[in-house]
């Protein structure tokens, strides 16, 4: 298993800012991945995190909009650019399970609101 | 692309068996996954198939049948802990562990 921890657990935030989201996680991962959740909605995959490499954005989301660092195969960071309200969500980081490949494992996620 | 349904919200009484169906449609398919979310918390997984059948893990069987696109997760002998909304996933990459999810079924169990 893989215990992820997520700074902050919430914000709220105004209008045309940023927000960058921290995720730890307790042993070495080669892929991490952010979500995208609305309250009682389905989990959207935004990107995929590979150390070493440029994250990879799924269809809608942007590199400009939704900057991600990964420094090292413990930790990465997703940036919320330039916020709207329809940026308001839950955002969560997993990582996919040491010896069990098809399982993810997912941090607590970040509450965001955009006023 | 990717497309998966799932029912929007099933109800059933404690100790009943409940079965939450998931069909797919996707560009690549290596295997179904289910995931477990209680409110205010992060998914939890379930079960994994990547092979025609079914996985059993306690009160909870999975069921996967890839030539109909199809799959179910079957949770026996409900109890009120298990009133939460529950995700099946596909798995569409064969190197890496990447995974697209469902609508999500919300399992209401009632006494």
């Known amino acids: 298993s893989a215990v992820i921890s997520q700074k902050p657990s919430r914000d709220i935030c105004q209008r045309g800012t940023s927000l960058t989201i921290q995720c730890q996680v307790d042993?070495?991962?080669?892929?991490m991945f952010w979500y995208r959740q609305q309250p009682g909605q389905s989990l959207t995959l935004i990107a995929t995190?590979?150390?070493?490499?440029?994250?990879?954005?799924e269809s809608g989301f942007v590199i400009d909009k939704f900057p991600i660092s990964r420094p090292n195969l413990t930790f990465s960071t997703l940036t919320v650019s330039n916020m709207s309200p329809e940026d308001s969500s839950i955002y969560l980081c997993?990582?996919?399970?040491?010896?069990?490949?098809?399982?993810?494992?997912f941090g607590p996620g970040t509450r965001l609101t955009v006023l | 692309g990717q497309s998966l349904e799932q029912p929007s919200e099933v109800t059933a009484v404690e100790g009943a068996i409940v079965q939450i169906n998931c069909t797919y449609q996707?560009?690549?398919?290596?295997?179904l996954s289910w995931y477990q979310q209680h409110d205010g918390g992060a998914p939890t997984f379930l079960s994994y198939?990547?092979?025609?059948g079914l996985e059993e893990t306690g009160r909870f069987s999975s069921f996967l049948s890839r030539s109909d696109s199809y799959g179910y997760l079957l949770l026996q002998e409900l109890q009120m802990k298990d009133s939460a909304s529950y995700f099946c996933?596909?798995?569409?990459?064969?190197?890496?562990?990447?995974?697209?999810f469902g609508s999500g079924t919300k399992l209401n169990v009632k006494p």
């Open positions: 996707t560009s690549g398919f290596y295997g």
């Open positions: 995190a590979n150390q070493g490499s440029e994250a990879t954005y």
């Open positions: 996933a596909v798995r569409v990459s064969y190197n890496f562990n990447k995974f697209y």
């Open positions: 198939n990547a092979l025609d």
């Open positions: 997993s990582v996919e399970g040491a010896g069990s490949y098809n399982e993810q494992f």
């Open positions: 042993s070495q991962v080669t892929m």
